[in-house]
């Protein structure tokens, strides 16, 4: 057996051991949303723009038990959804999770990523989180899913980062001393893990980023194993992360967690260092916000896509004027107030324009109106309507489409 296989071989025992996620089975779709799961709005994040269709083809690719996947098909009730995951224990609870909740009109396949060449066809959407990390060759898996991506695709990616997990991987070395040659028993790995925490100082910075950022989810044995006593895992940087993005062949689109890559978030109260960052490449002024927050960049998700993936940017009036608008599918509340819940469930509070021209985007299907006619029934501006874009809180249909 390879390297490569007995790494995978090991995964695959884990997973069986200890299926992940490990999230109640529910007899009805799960609550709430996230928007990268839905294609509406994870085109939408990436050009600027509602798609042209929605019947599209879309890849769980290291889907385990199945939380994501079930996720995808309440998500996108027109789309043909595949998993794929190399554990047949989790595999079996994602197909029963999806039996449960009335997620028909997907298929599960027992592959790895490198034997994604065996699905046929291609996808529109592919859905990659939590698993190139955790395989023994991420550019070779990476570089599979990219084959298997259609033109003007998208591919979001989910992997671990080495700054904001170091306590963990001090953790996960000192497991696996203690363990020695019973390393492999996973079960005697969380077993060891939950003594140590136990016996730690409660001033121990291992114990104190595991009570802080981690245990709520932790208290069960799927995710402490998933995280403490994983057999392969590769944290990364910008620089490595970088590196993985370009040997996929495919095209950075950004980060799906913008906020988090805002400068101005940690040094906006000194305006003149603003500035000097701006001489900054893109990936230069990533690394600077990863030093200077090194604990909020647990992890890299973001979009790749393949060309030619077409991209709005709503700058010309007579452009913005002609489109379509229409509320975003992934917003809670915001019909009973001008306060509510966005897409990544953070609280936003519009101006009472604002949220006008939102509820007068909620009209009748087959009688949309344009930006243009809308704002000749209420008192709001193009700027409103720029506002609600970039917040990802409307969708806007060229008017060619």
Request: proline share 6%.
């Amino acid at each position: 057996m390879s390297d490569s296989q007995a790494i995978s071989a090991a995964v695959a025992k884990l997973y069986n051991t200890y299926p992940f996620p490990p999230e109640p089975l529910l007899d009805e779709p799960p609550p709430g949303y996230n928007w990268r799961w839905n294609w509406l709005t994870a085109y939408n994040f990436c050009t600027g723009q509602k798609p042209t269709r929605h019947n599209v083809r879309i890849l769980d690719a290291g889907c385990g038990t199945g939380v994501g996947t079930e996720y995808l098909v309440h998500l996108n009730p027109d789309a043909a959804i595949v998993g794929i995951d190399l554990s047949a224990g989790a595999l079996a609870v994602a197909k029963e999770r999806c039996q449960k909740s009335g997620a028909t009109g997907v298929e599960f396949h027992h592959l790895s990523l490198f034997d994604v060449e065996q699905l046929p066809g291609e996808f529109d959407l592919i859905n990659c989180v939590g698993v190139l990390h955790h395989t023994p060759d991420p550019i070779r898996g990476i570089q599979a899913l990219a084959t298997k991506l259609a033109p003007g695709g998208i591919l979001h990616i989910f992997v671990y980062g080495e700054l904001g997990r170091w306590e963990i991987m001090l953790m996960q070395e000192a497991i696996a001393l203690l363990q020695g040659d019973r390393r492999g028993d996973y079960t005697d790995g969380v077993q060891v893990g939950r003594q140590l925490f136990a016996a730690l100082p409660e001033e121990n910075r291992l114990r104190k980023r595991e009570t802080e950022r981690w245990s709520w989810e932790n208290q069960r044995d799927g995710y402490f194993a998933d995280m403490y006593v994983h057999p392969q895992e590769i944290d990364y940087n910008i620089n490595t992360v970088f590196e993985l993005i370009d040997a996929s062949g495919l095209e950075f689109v950004g980060f799906s967690n913008p906020q988090v890559w805002e400068l101005e978030r940690l040094i906006g109260k000194a305006p003149e260092l603003i500035e000097r960052a701006k001489t900054l490449s893109d990936r230069q002024r990533y690394r600077l916000i990863e030093l200077l927050d090194p604990q909020a960049i647990t992890h890299y998700e973001f979009f790749l896509a393949r060309t030619p993936l077409l991209q709005q940017n709503w700058l010309l009036d007579e452009n913005l004027l002609a489109a379509i608008p229409e509320p975003s599918p992934c917003s809670q509340g915001w019909r009973d107030s001008r306060q509510f819940f966005n897409q990544d469930y953070q609280v936003v509070n519009l101006t009472e324009a604002e949220w006008q021209f939102l509820l007068a985007c909620d009209g009748n299907p087959t009688q949309q109106k344009t930006v243009e006619q809308i704002l000749q029934t209420i008192e709001a501006s193009l700027a409103e309507v720029r506002s609600l874009q970039k917040q990802q809180l409307i969708l806007l249909t060229p008017a060619a489409q």
